[in-house]
């Protein structure tokens, strides 16, 4: 009964820059964390980015500073803005929420979203 929906992805030039969005509704408590993962054909699915419920973002190596997590814990919302992008950043991207669904229920669950494509390509 949580919903989490991606969107942003495309193709786009090496360069280039996307902005990927992520919603999640349903039955949301509480967001405590909320992460970028991707996944390339033939790959492992991967960190790219991570928020805390303080905002905090928290990146892969890869990244190089290219990236930017973003996001409104509240609204259960979060952004990754990808800027010079390289072809190797080509893949699934997937929005994955660690949320409380209910004030009464103490585990924390971890949703994940269908994945918006990001190709990177000439």
């Known amino acids: 009964q949580v919903q989490v929906v991606e969107s942003g992805g495309g193709l786009v030039q090496p360069g280039g820059s996307l902005r990927l969005s992520c919603v999640v509704s349903?039955?949301?408590?509480?967001?405590?964390?909320m992460g970028w993962y991707r996944q390339a054909p033939g790959k492992e699915r991967e960190l790219v980015a991570t928020?805390?419920?303080?905002?905090?973002?928290n990146y892969a190596d890869f990244v190089e500073g290219r990236f930017t997590i973003s996001g409104d814990n509240a609204k259960n919302t979060v952004y990754l803005q990808m800027n010079n992008l390289k072809s190797e950043d080509t893949g699934v991207y997937y929005c994955?929420?660690?949320?409380?669904?209910?004030?009464?229920?103490?585990?924390?669950?971890?949703?994940w979203g269908q994945g918006t494509q990001v190709t990177v390509s000439s």
């Open positions: 349903g039955s949301v408590f509480r967001s405590y964390a």
């Open positions: 928020m805390s419920s303080d905002s905090t973002g």
């Open positions: 994955n929420a660690r949320i409380r669904r209910f004030a009464w229920e103490g585990t924390i669950t971890s949703s």
